[in-house]
């Protein structure tokens, strides 16, 4: 008795309505009718409908199947496919007592899992042969199981094939119709690209087919994306020479050992020194971690090599030679693989010897290598390769500093991936991009990315997209933040090691740019993988050679961590080098970090630089002061006085005579223009640079300044309803202008004034009637303006049009009482 597959009897065992059995010849019909029987089911060939209790439904074909919601309730039935009585091996041998493990694991492989062969399987026993396709009993035991004539000649037909597609049908001269009525018998399988029959049934029906033919077939799958089906069809016909150069053109040391094994079984021992199989034991020799042994097999396979082999063998004893660390040598191979390949091979050598000078610190190189791979890949139309080498030359771009250039490769590997709906990969794809927007100064542009990149698809880089929003939080001066989503990532303890230690990186710098240096060192600890970064960041903290840590960003050529770290150094030129590279990389984050001030102190005596620290100054609320990375509030200064003159100064934005500013501000001092000279030595001490310059008689700000109260002025002029939006604070409230200091600077205070009730009236007239912009607009004006009755009305217009009736009541009682006022004045 053939018994069911375990996991088939436990889905029979909740007693389903109606049991359909498969269709396909030879899938243990016989099995589940016996247990039918056993288990009080009725077994039917036609369901009518009329069947009353249990039943067990054995269409006669495939096509009927399609009746089944006819008949019976789909959702009440248990329909078996014939994958769902594929034995696994743990059930074969468990069906086959008799045989030994070796046996039954070889007879299984043979059989596919197929239930028809348990029988010829168990008659091995007894029998020395191991071929189940050449037993004896094999005619006796299957034959019963092959199509009738005038389907046997098309089977017999299609047999050669192990996938059967309609390509495949025609060059073997079988019509679809024939086709057709093998898959409604079941002797054809629909599976994913064509139709299959059992293995064994095949070989029973053509033991061989010609080599010519098989290579024919062969050619057909390949072309169809069938490959392993092609090396099947060769396999069989003994068609060895084709057989090994399919599978040395596709076979990778990444398909594993078993898999390779698994391929290279099959080949005669006399095609054991053939060059493909050398090459293929090198493949093997690798997957099983022999990287001498791969060495010997790739130079023997060199030898005799054929011309259409040796680019393919060159990359792969490439990338054995680098592992072995003689790096000259590899990079030959790789050089000589590029020179001899076109396409996807040529691409892989590119890559391969990318990551070599990489590891050499050629990194100029590198790059040069990465975008040939990346050429080579597109050319070949490998969009998935072309991906991978695009975010590989980004990252490579990204720890060089070349942050500006890393947006290009790393949006080009985005297209890609989006295009493919490879949404895992897209996702890390944005994670590097908001890295370097973040780095470059644009957190806006970051948040976006990071947002897209930590959806269901992209879960595997959550750890990655929460790191990425800590370090846009440190670098918007928000350590809290930076610190609270990092400690919860450590805590969380990450299983990718590298996010690990990148995420105890961040957090060390964090803790130190906080003040708190033991929290830092603690944190340190767990990122000692990352090599000479982390030892710069233990310099940072004092406990490193600096000047050591400088040198080794240097070898790396990593010019973003190099800036910094002359930051902190600070001795002789490293200031000016420091600048000069941040204005050559846009290295906005390092111009407004707490290190910046010592960058605006040299600035201040030249113009091109100067415009990298503009002073900004919010007139529209508190008074709020940026500059150099620092944000000081009036109290920051050292009085009133010297913020006010930083004020006018900025306002003006042209020089102002000295003794004017001195009349102005201290009136009734003995000395004013003493007095003047004394705030702008405060303000220099304030800023940490000097940032008033004077000559002739006039005073100016060294820097240049950008007043919020300037971009609405621009906005009006140009009747721009964006820029109006994007300059006016957020809120409902309307900003009070400059209440800290009412009486110092009463003729800027005026002039903010009318440019903010200017933009408010813009605004009003000009966005849609019944928008919460203009609606906004005009609660502002009359906030700015009780008795302003053409915007009260207009209000109370507007809450008419938005069906507001009890709002649009109480602005008219608003505006009666308004002109009531007016009139009673």
């Known amino acids: 008795m053939v018994l069911l597959p375990a996991r088939v009897r436990a889905r029979l065992a909740v007693r389903p309505t109606v049991v359909v059995a498969p269709v396909g010849v030879g899938f243990a019909q016989d099995a589940l009718l016996q247990w039918a029987t056993a288990h009080g089911y009725t077994v039917t060939r036609d369901l009518t409908g009329d069947e009353t209790g249990l039943t067990v439904w054995w269409p006669r074909s495939r096509g009927a199947l399609e009746t089944l919601g006819n008949h019976a309730d789909p959702r009440a039935a248990l329909l078996l496919e014939e994958a769902d009585l ?44 191991t071929d189940l396709a050449a037993h004896p009993l094999a005619p006796a035991l299957l034959g019963p199981l092959l199509p009738p004539m005038p389907l046997r000649s098309a089977f017999e037909r299609l047999a050669p094939a192990p996938l059967v597609t309609p390509d495949v049908a025609r060059l073997l001269g079988t019509s679809a119709d024939d086709v057709r009525a093998l898959v409604d018998g079941g002797w054809l399988t629909p599976i994913p690209g064509g139709w299959r029959a059992p293995t064994l049934l095949r070989h029973l029906a053509a033991p061989a087919a010609t080599a010519r033919t098989a290579e024919r077939i062969a050619r057909a799958l390949h072309d169809a994306g069938h490959t392993d089906a092609a090396l099947g069809a060769l396999a069989h ?3 060895w ?118 590891r050499l610190g050629r990194h100029a190189d590198a790059e040069a290598s990465l975008r040939a791979a990346v050429g080579a890949f597109r050319a070949a139309g490998d969009a998935t390769r072309e991906a991978r080498s695009l975010e590989v030359l980004g990252t490579l771009l990204t720890a060089r500093g070349l942050l500006r250039e890393a947006l290009t490769p790393y949006e080009g590997a985005l297209r890609l991936l989006d295009a493919q709906g490879a949404h895992a990969s897209a996702a890390l794809a944005r994670v590097n991009l908001a890295e370097v927007h973040a780095l470059l100064g644009d957190p806006g542009a970051a948040e976006q990315h990071l947002e897209r990149a930590d959806t269901p698809a992209g879960r595997d880089t959550h750890g990655w997209a929460e790191r990425g929003r800590a370090l846009v939080a440190l670098l918007r001066d928000d350590h809290d933040d930076a610190a609270r989503r990092l400690a919860a990532l450590r805590a969380a303890a990450p299983a990718d090691r590298a996010l690990r230690a990148e995420v105890a990186l961040l957090l060390a710098r964090t803790h130190r740019e906080r003040g708190d240096e033991a929290a830092a060192r603690a944190a340190l600890a767990d990122a000692r993988p990352l090599g000479w970064r982390a030892r710069l960041e233990a310099a940072l903290l004092g406990d490193g ?69 503009p002073i900004s100054v919010a007139l529209l609320g508190p008074l709020t002061v940026r500059f150099a990375g620092q944000t000081l509030r009036l109290a920051d200064f050292p009085t009133r006085k010297s913020a006010a003159l930083l004020v006018a100064l900025a306002v003006a934005d042209h020089p ?52 919020d109260t300037r971009h609405l002025e621009d906005a009006v002029a140009r009747a721009d309803l964006t820029a109006l939006l994007t300059a006016l604070p957020r809120g409902p409230e309307v900003p009070a202008v400059l209440p800290d200091l009412p009486a110092d600077l009463a003729r800027e205070r005026e002039h903010a004034e009318r440019t903010l009730t200017d933009a408010y009236r813009l605004l009003a007239a000009h966005s849609p009637a019944s928008s919460d912009a203009r609606r906004d607009a005009l609660r502002a004006l009359i906030a700015g303006d009780p008795y302003d009755l053409d915007a009260r009305e207009q209000l109370a217009a507007l809450h008419d049009a938005r069906g507001e009736r009890e709002a649009a009541a109480q602005e008219r009682a608003r505006l009666h009482a308004a002109r009531h006022e007016l009139r009673t004045r």
């Open 86 to 129: 594929t034995y696994h091996l743990e059930d074969w041998a468990n069906a086959l007592p008799g045989l030994s493990a070796d046996k039954a694991a070889d007879s299984h492989a043979q059989a596919e899992g197929w239930p028809a062969a348990l029988p010829l399987a168990a008659a091995l026993a007894d029998h020395p042969a």
């Open 656 to 707: 102002q005579p000295r003794e004017a500013l001195a009349d102005r501000f201290w009136p009734d001092a003995k000395n004013p223009l003493a007095s003047l000279q004394t705030a702008v030595y405060h303000l220099r001490s304030a800023l940490g640079a000097p940032v008033v310059q004077g000559e002739r008689g006039v005073l100016a700000l060294s820097f240049p300044a950008r007043v």
């Open 241 to 358: 020479r084709a057989y090994l150069r399919l599978l040395a053109a596709h076979a990778r040391a990444q398909d594993g050992e078993a898999a390779l094994r698994a391929r290279l079984r099959p080949l005669p021992p006399a095609w054991a020194q053939h060059p493909d199989r050398l090459y293929l034991a090198g493949l093997l020799a690798r997957a099983s971690g022999d990287l001498d042994g791969a060495d010997a097999l790739y130079r023997a396979a060199r030898r005799g090599a054929r011309a259409g082999l040796r680019p393919t063998l060159l990359n792969a004893h490439g990338v054995v030679l680098a592992l072995l660390d003689r790096a000259d040598e590899a990079l030959l191979a790789f050089e000589q693989a590029e020179r001899g390949a076109l396409g996807v091979v040529a691409g892989e050598a590119a890559h391969n010897r990318a990551g070599l000078l990489t």
């Open 545 to 613: 050679d600096l000047t050591a840590a400088i040198q080794e960003a240097r070898a790396a050529d990593a010019r973003h961590e190099l800036a910094l770290a002359l930051l902190h150094r600070a001795d002789g030129d490293d200031l000016h080098e420091a600048l000069a590279l941040i204005r050559t990389h846009g290295y906005a984050t390092l111009l407004g970090g707490p290190l910046a001030t010592r960058l605006a102190g040299i600035a201040h005596t030249d113009t091109a630089l100067r415009a990298l620290f």
């Open 237 to 239: 016909a003994g068609a």
